[in-house]
């Protein structure tokens, strides 16, 4: 189709997440920050995050990562 956005995120939060977290980047190289604050960073921060948040509440049976097992065989 042309778009770079997975299928598995609804489209109602493909703009929210991968907006708001390429601003907060954004604004994280560009803010110096040189009174303490980088209020952009932390604004498009949090809004990444809230919109994160509900794509996990979108899913909330999705399989969890498994860890690796490695298992190791000794023949006597």
Same mark, same amino acid.
């Given at each position: 189709? =042309?778009? *770079?956005?997975?299928?598995?995120?609804?489209?109602? !939060?493909q703009k929210e997440i991968f907006q708001n977290y390429a601003l907060k980047e954004?604004?994280?190289?560009?803010?110096?920050?040189?009174? =303490?604050? *980088?209020?952009n960073t932390q604004k498009y921060g949090g !809004?990444?995050?809230?919109?994160?948040?509900?794509?996990?509440?979108?899913?909330?049976?999705?399989?969890?990562?498994?860890?690796?097992?490695?298992?190791?065989?000794?023949?006597?």
């Amino acid at each position: 189709m =042309g778009d *770079s956005f997975p299928d598995y995120i609804p489209a109602i !939060l493909q703009k929210e997440i991968f907006q708001n977290y390429a601003l907060k980047e954004a604004y994280l190289q560009i803010e110096d920050g040189i009174d =303490g604050n *980088s209020p952009n960073t932390q604004k498009y921060g949090g !809004l990444a995050a809230v919109a994160m948040a509900s794509l996990v509440a979108f899913y909330p049976n999705a399989p969890k990562s498994k860890p690796i097992t490695r298992r190791n065989l000794v023949w006597f």
